[in-house]
């Protein structure tokens, strides 16, 4: 019998052609049971072995999905007769003093633990995610940008010591080797504006966000959450958004994850957003 909703991948790890994965043969009573039990969720393999001995591709981890959102993952853990069901979410792990998931060798249990603790996350649960993804993603982009600074930096380390208080011209000058040689190190020269504007603007954010005034954006279903500091959260629909935050979430949407634009924002992921104080430019990314 084939499902809809469970969604496995094509591998070729033994050179003998693309072939579909099948389910893990733990794991198949669980992930077949709960696609019939939830018609609208989507089981999407995440992980899976390679059998060298039935060349058979077999898909042991799901993700769990409604629609964009995870609702958690499907997994296996070893047991000493064995092994055992592994049920993940964050709803789990925030309730669990140690370890991962909720783990059984019972499928009943299992399935209980998936009724229990599967689902839309709420307002509250949305919120902190987005919140804490937004830190996670803004603390990304700086330290890029610390990075790329200080890599320049220190290539240009001994000259500027030469050439401490000369002019940007004579500065450029004094890394020449010999003749009309390239000048040694001439692209750290040439990015080292770009560095010093993209670190500035990554550090202006990141000052913006910690003072509270920054936006928090992301998409819930059809509608928009918005959060501004310590201000109530706001449900809006597209029309509804501030002009100023619906052009940064359309520049944002164009850009990969992490992804900084000025006087924008930050894309977090494909439905979460930073977005910077009233001031929106259509200039490229950092």
């Known amino acids: 019998m084939t499902y809809a909703n469970i969604e496995l991948k094509e591998h070729d790890k033994f050179n003998e052609g693309k072939k579909l994965s099948i389910i893990d043969p733990v794991?198949?009573?669980?992930?077949?049971?709960?696609?019939?039990?939830?018609?609208?969720?989507?089981?999407?393999?995440?992980?899976?072995?390679?059998?060298?001995?039935?060349?058979?591709?077999?898909?042991?981890?799901?993700?769990?999905?409604?629609?964009?959102?995870?609702?958690?993952?499907?997994?296996?853990?070893?047991?000493r007769d064995g092994f055992k069901y592994c049920i993940v979410n964050q709803r789990i792990n925030d309730i669990r003093e140690r370890g991962r998931g909720m783990k059984t060798i019972h499928l009943d249990k299992a399935l209980k633990y998936v009724a229990k603790y599967f689902g839309k996350k709420t307002m509250t649960e949305q919120l902190a995610e987005a919140e804490q993804k937004t830190k996670e993603s803004l603390s990304s982009v700086v330290r890029?940008?610390?990075?790329?600074?200080?890599h320049a930096w220190n290539?240009?380390?001994?000259?500027?010591?030469?050439?401490?208080?000369?002019?940007?011209?004579?500065?450029?000058?004094?890394?020449?080797?010999?003749?009309?040689?390239?000048?040694?190190?001439?692209?750290?020269v040439d990015d080292l504006p770009i560095n010093l504007e993209a670190m500035s603007v990554a550090n202006k954010l990141k000052e913006q966000f910690n003072n509270?005034?920054?936006?928090?954006?992301?998409?819930?279903?059809?509608?928009?959450s918005v959060k501004k500091g310590d201000t109530p959260l706001e449900i809006k629909s597209s029309e509804e958004l501030p002009d100023f935050v619906r052009r940064a979430v359309g520049l944002l949407k164009l850009v990969e994850d992490g992804t900084l634009i000025p006087n924008a924002g930050i894309r977090v992921n494909e439905s979460i957003f930073l977005v910077a104080?009233?001031?929106?430019s259509q200039e490229g990314e950092i």
Not at 37 to 65: D, G, Q
Not at 144 to 150: G, I, K, P
């Open 27 to 79: 794991m198949k009573e669980l992930v077949e049971k709960l696609a019939l039990k939830y018609p609208l969720w989507t089981f999407v393999e995440a992980n899976m072995t390679a059998n060298h001995s039935t060349k058979n591709y077999e898909a042991y981890r799901f993700k769990v999905m409604d629609k964009r959102e995870v609702l958690g993952e499907l997994d296996k853990d070893w047991h």
């Open 144 to 150: 890029e940008r610390e990075f790329d600074l200080s």
């Open 155 to 188: 290539k240009l380390e001994k000259p500027l010591m030469r050439f401490v208080g000369a002019n940007y011209e004579a500065f450029i000058l004094s890394v020449v080797e010999g003749g009309d040689a390239k000048p040694a190190n001439a692209h750290y």
């Open 212 to 224: 509270r005034e920054t936006y928090i954006v992301f998409i819930n279903g059809v509608h928009y």
């Open 277 to 280: 104080p009233n001031n929106v």
